[in-house]
């Protein structure tokens, strides 16, 4: 059983940065697909971005969100520079037990699911 913990979320001004993490237990996260998504009140859960044998981003974060990992701690972050008001949802973090990551971050597929962190960016 994976357990996974986010941390990280806050109140930012425009233009600010956050930092998550997400921190993982009962497994070890280099033989894990994990990813970051998002749900804004009354909006699809979407997905942010995702690490496995590659790295993928939603095109709305291309160049302001940086995903990596910590094999030492067994976490995952996602540095996000250049924050938008349209960034304010809820951050889930995500994993699957395999390094194969659902296409297209697709949010079906995935074995292990966080609580989330919120992210609010205000104008």
């Known amino acids: 059983q994976v357990q996974l913990v986010e941390s990280g979320g806050g109140s930012v001004q425009a233009g600010g940065s956050l930092r998550l993490s997400c921190a993982a237990s009962?497994?070890?996260?280099?033989?894990?697909?994990m990813a970051w998504f998002r749900q804004a009140p009354g909006k699809k859960r979407e997905g942010v971005a995702s690490?496995?044998?590659?790295?993928a981003y939603a095109d709305s974060v291309k160049g302001r969100f940086t995903i990596s990992r910590d094999y030492a701690e067994n976490t995952l972050y996602l540095q996000m520079d250049s924050l938008k008001p349209e960034d304010s949802a809820m951050y889930y973090c995500?994993?699957?037990?395999?390094?194969?990551?659902?296409?297209?971050?697709?949010?079906?597929?995935?074995?292990?699911w966080g609580q989330g962190t919120q992210v609010t960016v205000s104008s």
């Open positions: 995500a994993a699957r037990r395999t390094l194969y990551c659902p296409s297209s971050l697709s949010q079906n597929g995935w074995d292990y």
């Open positions: 690490s496995g044998f590659g790295i």
């Open positions: 009962g497994y070890p996260i280099p033989s894990l697909c």
